[in-house]
């Protein structure tokens, strides 16, 4: 059974009851968490709303992730220039999907965007990006309307590439496929610190299959962790930091086992409502105890948060049942 193919784009089905991540950018604010002088996490206030970064050397600053609107991309920058007085030169895109790339656009053009060959090749169809993009604006896809040109990379690279700022490098990784064919991980070493955007988040999260299945995302995980034995933190594209070597083996953990229970479930017959209820939840009953003392830290009601991801994390595995189903259906 050929389970590695990587589709041309997203899935577009959803399972019944689905919502999904909220990218609205309505109340969203960045706060600055400091790893070190110069290298900042922008963490969103109201999760799962999109994080981002800010690296800078001694020459020149680099922001992590473009936002979903001009409007926010304004915010980044007026952020980035109060913590840096560096001059801001370059921005790297952790994935295509318009709510990280979007706001290319609003960045002046002496900025130079960075992000892998596959996320630039992903960046082909504007109205398209948009309308799936909208699904998850729950009421706010109005915004988008402000989105009229879609900023592609100026530079790209296949597996590595290395920024030095002026007396700091940034590491720039595409291990492969994950949450989609592109994903970027940009790493300071200096701080053991990377932004994985959608690829890794906090150990306990639900990811996203959303173009591909697990045996590929599985071999990206693994040459992260080959390739950064020194990692400690990450900030992901959404929702808390966290520690990062534990978010790779969680995660590895997760897709191996969904890949084993969908793959048995297809070649059994079983049907997709039966699957799903074949398959393991981890958030059946209640969010990993790490995670949800991560979510008790941001400034809303604690039960709010909590509950707010456990509900997050079961649509998302039920999207991933659904996604490798799919998948290994079709080479049944």
């Known amino acids: 059974m050929f389970t590695s193919r990587i589709p041309e784009r997203e899935i577009a089905e959803r399972p019944a009851g689905y919502g999904g991540p909220n990218l609205s950018p309505v109340g969203l604010e960045l706060v600055p968490h400091a790893f070190a002088e110069g290298v900042y996490a922008l963490m969103a206030n109201l999760p799962p709303k999109d994080n981002n970064g800010v690296v800078a050397g001694r020459d020149a600053a680099l922001v992590v992730d473009a936002g979903i609107t001009p409007e926010i991309s304004s915010k980044i920058q007026a952020v980035a220039a109060g913590l840096t007085d560096r001059p801001l030169r370059y921005l790297v895109n952790t994935t295509y999907h318009g709510d990280h790339s979007f706001g290319n656009v609003a960045f002046p053009d002496e ?8 996320n630039r090749d992903n960046m082909a169809d504007l109205a398209y990006e948009k309308q799936t993009r909208s699904a998850n604006m729950y009421g ?14 100026d530079v790209v690279f296949d597996a590595y590439a290395e920024i030095d700022l002026g007396g700091r490098v940034v590491q720039l990784h595409h291990f492969g496929p994950g949450n989609g064919p592109g994903d970027t991980v940009v790493y300071v070493p200096d701080t053991r610190t990377a932004w994985t955007g959608n690829f890794l988040c906090h150990a306990g999260t639900a990811h996203m299959l959303l173009q591909g299945g697990p045996e590929p995302y599985l071999g990206s995980l693994r040459r992260m962790r080959e390739a950064l034995p020194e990692l400690e933190t990450i900030v992901p594209g959404h929702g808390p930091m966290g520690d990062g070597p534990a978010a790779v083996d969680t995660l590895i953990g997760y897709l191996e086992r969904l890949h084993d229970e969908v793959l048995a479930s297809v070649e059994a017959g079983r049907s997709l409502e039966e699957t799903y209820a074949a398959c393991t939840d981890p958030w059946a009953e209640a969010l990993d105890p790490g995670l949800a003392a991560a979510m008790a830290r941001y400034p809303v009601p604690r039960e709010l948060a909590v509950q707010g991801m ?13 996604a490798t189903y799919r998948l290994y259906e079709q080479h049944r």
């Open 140 to 153: 706010d896809d109005a915004l988008l309307d402000a989105v009229t040109t879609w900023r592609r990379p």
């Open 310 to 322: 456990l509900a997050l994390c079961r649509d998302l595995h039920r999207l991933n049942i659904l």
């Open 111 to 118: 900025v130079v965007v960075i992000s892998s060959r596959a």
